[in-house]
T-cell receptor, first 115, second 115 residues
């Protein structure tokens, strides 16, 4: 079965610092991978996705993520964090084949940004 | 397009009461899903549907029913509410993609409290 691990429950960074949020997945083949962001009291917004091809994907708001098959990872990065990036971030994996439409989410990483 | 809409935004129930959470999308998406979000647990899939008339169980289906009579609507029914069902509920929809999985679009959520 698919699963997603986000090892960091809470991360604090200073505004302007770089950011990396970790995501590891368990899946027997190449999965679909997503990063979503959730601001307080809001729904989830897609930051970026990986389906195939180039393993470095660019997303909205200056975020990028790199798919590393050998490490089963899909870490999210941003070179310079803004105060408005404070939110909760979720990594998700989707399976190919018979379970289309199902996403498995990690438990989330809460990002706090210091001014 | 209104996207994915959910009603109500907030609801308080007493143990044993039943209710229906409404979800509608106007994007003609085939896939629709219901998730619940609990602190530290991420999002867990309750039920999903790959098209009108077709539904299936997710990770945590007990105590919930769904039906999909139209492409647009995917209501979630709580049969006999329990305090363990206190949560934030998100509906999501996704367009089809041949042989693959597309991103999911989320509604704003329904915050449910069961006393």
């Amino acid at each position: 079965a698919q699963s997603v691990t986000q090892p960091d429950i809470h991360i604090t960074v200073s505004e302007g610092a770089s950011l990396e949020l970790r995501c590891n997945y368990s899946y027997g083949a190449t999965p679909y991978l997503f990063w979503y962001v959730q601001s307080p009291g809001q729904g989830l917004q897609l930051l970026l996705k990986y389906f195939s091809g180039d393993t470095l994907v660019q997303g909205i708001k200056g975020f990028e993520a790199e798919f590393k098959r050998s490490q089963s990872s899909f870490n999210l990065r941003k070179p310079s964090v803004h105060w408005s990036d404070a939110a909760e971030y979720f990594c998700a994996v989707g399976a190919r084949g018979s379970t289309l439409g199902r996403l498995y989410f990690g438990r989330g990483t809460q990002l706090t940004v210091w001014p | 397009n209104a996207g994915v809409t959910q009603t109500p935004k907030f609801q308080v129930l007493k143990t044993g009461q039943s209710m229906t959470l409404q979800c509608a999308q106007d994007m003609n998406h085939e896939y629709m899903s219901w998730y619940r979000q609990d602190p530290g647990m991420g999002l867990r899939l309750i039920h999903y549907s790959v098209g009108a008339g077709i539904t299936d169980q997710g990770e945590v289906p007990n105590g919930y029913n769904v039906s999909r009579s139209t492409t647009e609507d995917f209501p979630l029914r709580l049969l006999s509410a329990a305090p363990s069902q206190t949560s934030v509920y998100f509906c999501a929809s996704s367009p089809p993609i041949a042989g693959g999985l597309n991103e999911q679009f989320f509604g704003p959520g329904t915050r449910l409290t069961v006393l």
